[in-house]
């Protein structure tokens, strides 16, 4: 039965929504790792600027290194939205 | 430029007779970096020992401690003061002598009058506070207290109170939480207290006072009344002798300042019994001038002569030596590390690729314009303080680079402007622009062809990013090679040289690779080369060749490092957040536009009525709260993700860090005049 509603327009249309939900899975997922990740930093990288000042540079930069897979996430969701 | 200000190590000796004028000379010079001398340890000469203070330098500090004590109870700063004037050295020296002590006695009394007063305000506000209940009480406040056979007990109950002791109570008639005053027996106050428990009594002590508690507090409240005249004409006196007095106070804090630097200076010095000798930086081309100068104040009796600098590597302190416009971005060398004497400052660099790279990603006129404005807004607020300053100007170029960048992508507000994008664009069609362009939203949002308007170019966009990418770590690499070559020595230097190489063969080899393979849009096109073996052509097999010796290159240092190859390709395609970021910034303004103007305001406008004017405000309520959210969310993105991939892709590649700031010894003079 369902062979039967399946037209060409449905199947484009279905394949356009899968796309979406990928791209949305390939940001949400991404971004939870992430947010995972930078916890433990974040919290260890605001510890040690409260120790002492000079840190921030190098704080900030390990905070920000988990935040890459987003980037990627994004990059991947943008390539299967636009492309 | 790329390198830090050239200094030249310098030694001073003289007798002990030409302390004061070598000390103030240099003072007056502020270009002479001191190298403190170390008692113990490698840098000790032999008889020699750290100097005492000079003379007198008891006597001033006291004084500063004075003005910084009635500058701080003034709440006035150096930065607070018009700096219009300047004030006489000597007509200071004269006023500090004669006027100061009057002036702090006067402020001293002030002061602890003033203190006095405010802690008996405060104790006559409790005592009213402590009053208060009792306003509605049956009895004068004597009479509650002060009896051989009774006791009263106040204090706030949860209900109606019901002892099972003889007792009279009086309540008020509040009755969530009555208050409550009983009388019992001595005898029975504690079994009282007990079972007053059980109605979750709170107990208020009874005021030691005589007459009506209304009464009382009417005397409280005049007294009162008295103190805070009292207090409002101190608070007038006090401005007045800081209107009268502010400018004495700041230039002679400056000037005292300057003279406890000086008479402290001998602590960093080395003495014998009757010279003393000093080493320290100064920068290369102002050499001469400390030569003449000190010659000129000592009459020729002192010795100045430049050292031989050994080993360049740790020793001097680091100046900045870049063009004007590369002094704000200092700001983020400092943060991370000033560089070293000798290794290459890529601040000049980071001047200009900085606000390329916020461009990219905030590319919008509209917001540019808003943070221009906001930036030369902040000019006047964060005078004073040098890194606002520098965050201030950075924002400043960051936002021109947002505006051209705007203009190319046509974009304001997420808006396009009246004409196409030029080259590349970013314009991505979210909601479509109304139900007419239905069909094009599907087309372009479902990746079909869409019209010439609505084509966006991200693959391309994406490939320019990583463009991007390759030309900025092959940079950081060749300035590693340059790096090493300079700042290591014997078989690891080479070693290192060649090891960067090695990155950036290895990269090259890996982008070969894959051009030969696949045709990538904006990138050279390798697969049409002739197959030599094993269906891999030309260009492949050069590019697997260079990747190998790149890896040679790179485990000829260290083994270990080839576990870090693949932060190659991720580190190149962490650029791609240029355009990701930016992308994302483009989507929430056009979601933003899109809900305010097409689904709020526009069908309103259609048909008007009052709802409909409600609706509009709501509207615009929407568009605003939706853009300001973008663009401190731009500023963000945009500022932050530019600053990681100069720290985490760029500077680990080459750049060590870990410079001395130069400090000379000295002071700019703000407030009094320069001799």
């Known amino acids: 039965m369902a062979a039967e509603i399946m037209t060409v327009e449905v199947a484009q249309a279905s394949a356009a929504g899968m796309k979406a939900i990928g791209a949305g899975l390939a940001v949400g997922l991404s971004g939870f790792g992430a947010g995972i990740g930078e916890m433990g930093i974040g919290a260890a990288a605001m510890g040690a600027v409260a120790e002492n000042k000079d840190m921030f540079g190098i704080a900030l930069l390990f905070t920000v290194l988990p935040e890459t897979i987003v980037i990627f996430g994004l990059v991947v969701a943008l390539l299967l939205m636009f492309q | ?208 006072e005589t007459g009506s508690a209304s009464q009382v507090i009417q005397e409280y409240e005049q007294k009162i009344e008295v103190l805070n005249k009292e207090l409002a004409g101190i608070s007038e006196q006090m401005e007045t002798i800081k209107n009268r007095h502010e400018f004495f106070l700041m230039s002679s804090e400056e000037f005292l300042t300057g003279n406890v630097e000086q008479a402290e200076a001998p602590l960093r010095f080395a003495t014998s019994e009757l010279t003393f000798s000093v080493t320290g930086w100064v920068p290369s081309s102002k050499v001469t001038k400390v030569f003449e100068n000190l010659d000129k104040v000592c009459a020729g009796k002192v010795y100045v002569s430049e050292l031989e600098v050994e080993d360049y590597n740790e020793m001097p302190p680091v100046e900045y030596n870049n063009p004007d416009f590369a002094h704000p971005t200092e700001l983020f060398m400092d943060l991370y590390s000033r560089p070293r004497y000798t290794e290459l400052d890529p601040s000049l660099l980071m001047a200009i690729v900085f606000p390329i790279m916020f461009g990219l990603i905030l590319g919008d006129v509209g917001y540019g314009i808003v943070l221009l404005v906001l930036s030369l807004g902040l000019r006047s607020l964060v005078k004073g303080s040098e890194a606002g300053m520098q965050l201030v100007a950075v924002l400043r170029n960051c936002s021109i680079s947002s505006i051209i960048f705007g203009i190319l992508f046509s974009e304001c507000f997420g808006f396009s402007l009246p004409w196409q994008p030029f080259w590349l664009s970013r314009h991505i069609n979210i909601g479509g622009s109304g139900a007419a362009e239905h069909a094009l939203e599907e087309a372009a949002t479902h990746g079909m062809a869409a019209t010439a308007e609505h084509v966006s170019h991200i693959p391309q966009l994406l490939v320019l990013s990583i463009w991007i990418g390759i030309l900025h770590i092959t940079l950081a690499r060749i300035w590693g090679v340059r790096n090493a070559a300079v700042m290591d020595h014997g078989h690891h230097r080479n070693l290192k040289m060649f090891a960067n190489i090695g990155w950036i063969m290895v990269m090259w080899g890996i982008l070969i690779a894959i051009w030969a393979n696949f045709p990538i849009p904006l ?65 929430i303004a056009m979601v933003t536009n899109f809900i305010a103007i097409d689904m709020i305001i526009n069908p309103q406008l259609a048909n008007l009525s009052i709802i409909g004017i409600v609706l509009i405000i709501a509207g615009v309520v929407v568009f605003l709260f939706g853009h300001t959210l973008n663009t401190a969310l731009g500023v963000l993105g945009g500022g932050l993700h530019p600053l990681r991939l100069h720290y985490v892709e760029f500077f680990t590649k080459f750049y060590r860090g870990g410079g001395k700031k130069y400090n000379p010894f000295g002071m700019v003079r703000k407030l009094i005049e320069q001799n």
């Open chain 2, 1 to 208: 430029m790329f390198q830090p200000e050239s200094m030249s190590r310098l030694l001073i000796v003289a007798s002990k007779q030409q302390l004061e004028p070598v000390i103030t000379e240099l003072y007056r010079m502020n270009i002479f970096h001191i190298d403190d001398y170390v008692e113990k340890g490698d840098g000790e000469w032999e008889g020699f020992r750290i100097g005492m203070p000079l003379a007198g330098a008891d006597v001033t500090s006291a004084a500063l401690v004075k003005i910084r004590s009635i500058a701080s109870a003034f709440g006035i700063s150096k930065d607070t003061v018009s700096d219009a004037e300047r004030s006489s050295i000597n007509v200071l020296k004269q006023r500090i002598e004669q006027d100061l002590p009057a002036i702090a006695e006067e402020v001293e009394k002030l002061l602890a009058k003033k203190t006095k007063y405010e802690s008996m305000v405060k104790e006559y506000e409790q005592r009213i506070e402590a009053l208060r209940p009792f306003i509605d009480a049956p009895a004068p406040l004597e009479l509650l207290q002060g009896y051989d056979t009774i006791s009263f007990i106040a204090g706030y109950a949860k209900e109606s109170v019901n002892l099972s002791i003889p007792y009279e109570k009086w309540e008020s008639s509040s009755k969530t939480s009555p208050f409550t005053i009983l009388a019992v027996k001595n005898s029975d106050v504690s079994t009282a207290e007990r079972e007053l428990l059980d109605f979750q009594f709170q107990k208020v002590q009874i005021p030691q």
């Open chain 2, 523 to 587: 990138m050279p096109d390798l697969s049409g080369t002739p197959q030599i073996i094993a269906g891999l052509n030309a260009s492949t097999i050069a590019g697997i060749v260079i990747l190998v010796i790149g890896l040679a290159l790179i485990a000829r240092e260290n083994v270990l490092d080839l576990m870090e190859v693949p932060t190659i390709i991720s580190n190149v395609l962490s650029y791609t957040r240029l355009i990701a970021v930016g992308l994302s910034s483009v989507a």
